[in-house]
């Protein structure tokens, strides 16, 4: 379940961001999935050569395009050659090798040489694509250094690198959620021994209250536009969902059942809220009219217990966990209709490009590490972590 906690201290974006004493595994895992799949219009991954790149560049390179559906061939068997350096600035080219014409020719400058490559793997994505890609974005996740129980909420870089701790609290966290185009987040924590909901300024450091209600004040989910907030409250009874201004005020209940409804999120034209709940016992997915009305389900045939959706920003698919012997990613269209599973794991979200997911993963031992998806070819790699358990992660939009 994606739940969100926090309470008002003032932490400054120099100490938000200062360097602190962080583990790193930075082992990324590569895993094919064997079951075919036809979704987003793609199941192959486009092969390129990689060619004059050494050391940390080439490694975040041949990260960031393997997690958009890229693989990595000889230079007479690639599609598309890639090729450049960095010897001193990242310098890159990309040349089609069927149009036979070079296509993208870039050096870069006044950055690290990871922010650069970074660029270039943006650069290669749009070049061969038309598509912007995700090596610039930013993540969110919980991280509990003993695996269990209390735990920080953290902000890093897409591919788990240079994660810094955005609260120092310790206590039990959960879930964030970014607020579209801002540098800020929504989260619960039991900072003032209750479960709610806070608001976290990371430009000013800044935190106050959103809803701090007697019992259960969880799931923040931001509107696209940022103006509203939909969330989980026990205020009146049973964990139902309810809508709210940004700033708290206007609250609104949508749901009046007695089942246990969780993990709202949003349509991305702001005008439909998905969420889990139980009819007749059954988990299932449902929508709601975000300013009130009747329930609709949405059917997941074939993938049992649903929960935690989210929706992708392009509108067309809905990403949710099944709980079956274990938990299995999987996405169905937004309408409803018929499920594909893609890989064992919990807790997705979805990148701006609305075809990589992020999600969490159990390893043996219970220990949980975020992976990036690529949906179509079904490609994963699990991403730089710090020590302990990370979950529940929130991609920015």
Known sequence: ?????????????????????IHFSCAQTEIEIGKEINVLGQTKPVPVSLTGFSGEVESVLKFDLYVQGFSFVSPDAAQYQISGGNSGNVTGSVTDRI????????????????????????????????????AQTKIAFKAQPSGVGAGEIYLADFDGRDARAVTSDNVIVAAPAWVPG????????????????????????????????????????????????AMILSKSGSPDVWVCDADGSHLKQLTRTPEDESSPCWSPDGKWICYATKIHERRVLAEIPADGGAMQRIPTTGAPNPTEPDWSPDGKWIAFTAQTRE?????????????????TGEDPSWAPNSRTLIFTRREAGGRRVLSLLDVPTKQYKDVSRITGSNSQPSWAK
């Open 99 to 134: 149009a036979r014409k070079t296509i993208l020719s870039r050096s870069y400058n006044g950055a690290t040489p990871v922010a650069q490559a970074h660029l270039l793997a943006d650069d290669i994505v749009l070049a061969i694509t038309g598509k912007k890609g995700i």
């Open 327 to 343: 938990f299995e990613i999987c996405v169905v269209p937004a309408g409803g209709g018929a499920v594909t599973e893609l890989v």
């Open 182 to 229: 801002k540098l800020a987040l929504f989260y619960t924590s039991y900072k003032l021994g209750n479960p709610d909901i806070f608001y976290h300024d990371l430009n000013t450091g800044q935190r106050r209250v959103l809803a701090g209600f007697s019992g259960l004040n969880t799931s923040a989910a931001v509107s696209p536009d940022g103006t509203k907030v």
């Open 1 to 21: 379940m994606k739940n969100k906690f926090f309470n008002s201290i003032k932490i400054g974006l120099t100490i938000l961001f200062a360097t602190a004493a």
